[in-house]
């Protein structure tokens, strides 16, 4: 069964450090996506990519984070210069039909990866 | 800004019993419900939908119930098996992204 892929599963990082997570989404995925679960708190929305762009985003979202899509499989989330309140766990997900109206809006995840800020 | 809420961090029942996981949400242009499963160390797993236009969607063990009226909605299992032991995360579609609750973690025990 195909499956959304995420490295590294675990990373430990020190403060003010670049910090990239890797994503490969399911093949015939069109959508893709980046959440981060912090530790006791609910799975939060970070941002949205289709065609090779950000579609939407939130406001934790801000210029420290980035997106790519470096080449037809990976998918990437790089954190600029960590902070120690971006520990947490983080998804990728890709979807076939994405969230807009009408869709169902089913993601498929990955694993995620974990991200220890010192 | 929580528009999903699980009020309930956790919820402990007998094997062969029913669980019911609740859910309430504040924002009436939600689309579509979603009921998530996350086991220890895996990414949250799509469980079982429902439409904004629908009241009620049934899965073989699983079934969920929208109240829109009451912004509430629940997610029954029965019979309830230990491998259903995990955490369920309630999501709303909201057209752009799906919002989350915080989650309840679910114990079925023998």
């Known amino acids: 069964e195909p499956e959304v892929t995420q490295t590294p599963s675990h990373q430990v990082t020190q403060m003010g450090q670049e910090v990239i997570l890797r994503c490969v989404p399911i093949s015939n995925h069109l959508y893709f996506y980046w959440y981060r679960q912090i530790l006791g708190q609910k799975v939060e929305f970070l941002v949205s990519f289709y065609n090779n762009e950000i579609s939407e985003k939130s406001e934790i979202f801000d210029d420290q984070f980035s997106v790519e899509r470096p080449d037809g499989s990976n998918f990437t989330l790089k954190i600029r210069s960590t902070k120690l309140e971006d520990s947490a766990m983080y998804f990728c997900?890709?979807?076939?039909?994405?969230?807009?109206?009408?869709?169902?809006?089913?993601?498929?995840f990955g694993e995620g990866s974990r991200l220890t800020v010192l | 800004d929580q528009q999903v809420k699980q009020n309930s961090p956790s919820l402990s029942v007998q094997e062969g019993r029913i669980s019911i996981l609740n859910c309430d949400y504040t924002?009436?242009?939600?689309?579509?419900f979603l009921w998530y499963k996350k086991y220890p160390a895996e990414g949250p797993t799509f469980l079982i939908s429902i439409s904004s236009i629908k009241d009620k969607n049934e899965d073989g063990r699983f079934t969920v119930f929208l109240n829109k009226s009451a912004k509430h909605l629940s997610l029954h299992i029965v019979p309830s098996q230990p491998g259903d032991s995990a955490v369920y995360f309630c999501?709303?579609?909201?057209?752009?992204?799906?919002?989350f609750g915080k989650g309840t973690s679910l114990l079925v025990t023998p």
């Open positions: 999501a709303a579609n909201s057209g752009y992204a799906l919002n």
């Open positions: 997900a890709s979807s076939e039909t994405g969230t807009g109206m009408a869709n169902t809006g089913e993601l498929f």
């Open positions: 924002n009436s242009m939600f689309d579509y």
